[in-house]
Each structure stands twice: as structure tokens, then as C-alpha cells.
């Protein structure tokens, strides 16, 4: 009769234990370490994303222009005689460089040329770039305009690979300036669960 109430007051008592990890200094402590580790990788990169970007298309949108500087001697001659074959060579010259998606040459209101990539989706523009002609006689008069369209397509990939730069500064960081995580490679399971995550907690979160 008096075995049920043991088993009851077993339960019980295991009921209102703490769960093993708030029991145990070792996974508490772990716990914090990855916490912060989380919180402070997820801020960094989410920071060095968006800069990264911005960053990106600020060098992107300046090759551009400087690109726009070097044919614009060709480009006023075009607009100012509303030359069509000489503005689509302009075009289809900057056409054929990595960063640039379209390009589009106007005499006035007048298209006088416009090449995009081949195989390109115009649906996916990444924010047109334009300038206004001068007219090589008289640079107050404007007879024209030069817009470049950049591919998205590198800038995501610039974006990547500056990404994963950063990715490996943050691993250096924490791993070397701090100690806070081993810099490279994988001691085994044998050596213990804290070491195991710490040794994969930085390459997840790169």
C-alpha cells in the first residue's frame, strides 16, 4: 500500500526538478557562450550584409559613370549628327562589358541605339544610369543622353564574394583576436561536446 505513494512522491520530486542543463554549470555555460556568440555573429553579418551592398553598388554606379566619360566624345559627335550606326557601336561596345547590362543612346526624344545583353532579362534591372549629352559645339546646349543599366547578376556576385571575405574576418576574429573559437578544423566528438561546438559553431555561421 505504501509503495503507490512512494512512486507518487518519486514523480513528483522529478517533476519539480530543474531540467539537467540548468543543473549543470558545464552546458549552462556553454549555452551563454553560444547564445552570445549567436547574437553577436547574427548583428555582425547582418551589418556587413547590408554594407556590403551599398558598398558594391556605389562602386558599380562609379565604373559606370567612368565608363560614361570615356565614350562620351563618341556619344555627343552621335547625337549631335543623329548618327544611328555610330551610337550602336558605342552601345554595343559597352554591352560587351561584365558590369553592364543595357545601354541606350537618345538625340532628343529620338532612340538612335540600344543594346542589352544577349539572353538578358529586362525584367531584372538594377537601376538605370543616365547623363546628358553636351553638344561638342556649343556645351551648353544639350543634344542628348547616355543610359547604362549595371547587371544585377554581378552585383550579387561581388556582393557574395565580399561576403565571404568578411565571413572568414569574422572567423579570424573570434578565433584569434579574442580566443573566443578555435580558427580551424574538427578535434572529434572524443574531445567533448563543448569543443565539438565550438569548432563547428563559426563555419555555420559563415
Not at 565608363?67 to 559597352?94: H, R, W, Y
Not at 531584372?124 to 556649343?138: E, F, H, V, Y
Not at 583576436?177 to 561546438?197: E, N, R, T
Request: hydrophobic residues 45%; proline residues 6%.
Amino acid at each position: 500500500r505504501q509503495q503507490p505513494n512512494a512512486w507518487w512522491e518519486l514523480f513528483l520530486d522529478m517533476k519539480t526538478m530543474p531540467p539537467l542543463w540548468q543543473r549543470s554549470i558545464l552546458l549552462r555555460a556553454a549555452a551563454q557562450v553560444i547564445g552570445i556568440a549567436l547574437v553577436a555573429g547574427l548583428g555582425f553579418v547582418l551589418l556587413t550584409a547590408y554594407l556590403t551592398e551599398r558598398y558594391t553598388q556605389e562602386s558599380v554606379s562609379q565604373r559606370v559613370h567612368e565608363l560614361m566619360t570615356t565614350v562620351e566624345s563618341t556619344v555627343q559627335i552621335a547625337c549631335f549628327t543623329k548618327d544611328p550606326t555610330l551610337a550602336l557601336e558605342v552601345v554595343n561596345g559597352l554591352a560587351k562589358n561584365s558590369e553592364v547590362f543595357g545601354a541606350t543612346i537618345l538625340s532628343g526624344t529620338d532612340v538612335l541605339a540600344e543594346r542589352q545583353k544577349d539572353g538578358g532579362d529586362p525584367d531584372r534591372q538594377a537601376g538605370r544610369i543616365s547623363k546628358p549629352i553636351a553638344s561638342p559645339l556649343d556645351p551648353s546646349q544639350i543634344v542628348g543622353e547616355i543610359a547604362i543599366e549595371p547587371d544585377p547578376e554581378i552585383i550579387r556576385l561581388r556582393v557574395r564574394e565580399n561576403g565571404g571575405f568578411v565571413a572568414l574576418l569574422l572567423i579570424l576574429a573570434f578565433s584569434i583576436s579574442l580566443g573566443w573559437m578555435p580558427a580551424g578544423g574538427f578535434p572529434g566528438w572524443q574531445a567533448g561536446l563543448f569543443a565539438g561546438l565550438k569548432a563547428l559553431l563559426l563555419p555555420a555561421i559563415a
